[in-house]
Nanobody, 123 residues
Framework: QVQLVESGGGLVEPGGSLRLSCTTSGFNVADVTIGWFRQAPGKEREVVSV????????YYGDSLRDRFTMSRDSAKNTVYLQMHGGEPEDTAVYYC????????????????WGQGTQVTVST
C-alpha cells in the first residue's frame, strides 16, 4: 500500500527557516519521481520542487530555487524540503506527491499524495 506522510509544518516568522519531511511506504523514493506542491487559500495548487527519477535533477518552481532546497534520503525512504527566508506568501498547505515517471510539474501528473502539512509564515 502506497503512503506518503508529511510532517514538520508549523508557524515560522518572516525570514525564518523550516524543514518539511515526507516519509513514504509502498515504494522507495529512489524509484519514483517525487515532489512538493503547495496550495494557499483561494489559490490553485502549485509546484515547489520535484525530484525527477529519470535524471536525478530537481526541478524548482518559478522564483523558489533561491529559498527552497529539496533533498532525498533513500535509506530512510524520506524526502525533505528546506525553506529559508520564509515570506508570508509561503503560507500554504504543503503536499508531498509521487508518480512512476516525470511528466511535468503539474499536480494532475501525480497519482499519489500525502495529506498535507500547514505552513504559516507570520509574526
Amino acid at each position: 500500500q502506497v503512503q506518503l506522510v508529511e510532517s514538520g509544518g508549523g508557524l515560522v516568522e518572516p525570514g525564518g527557516s523550516l524543514r518539511l519531511s515526507c516519509t513514504t511506504s509502498g515504494f522507495n523514493v529512489a524509484d519514483v519521481t517525487i515532489g512538493w506542491f503547495r496550495q494557499a487559500p483561494g489559490k490553485e495548487r502549485e509546484v515547489v520542487s520535484v525530484f525527477k527519477k529519470e535524471d536525478g535533477v530537481v526541478y524548482y518552481g518559478d522564483s523558489l530555487r533561491d529559498r527552497f532546497t529539496m533533498s532525498r534520503d533513500s535509506a530512510k525512504n524520506t524526502v525533505y524540503l528546506q525553506m529559508h527566508g520564509g515570506e508570508p506568501e509561503d503560507t500554504a498547505v504543503y503536499y508531498c506527491a509521487a508518480d512512476k515517471t516525470y511528466s511535468g510539474p503539474y499536480d494532475r501528473f501525480y497519482a499519489y499524495w500525502g495529506q498535507g502539512t500547514q505552513v504559516t509564515v507570520s509574526t
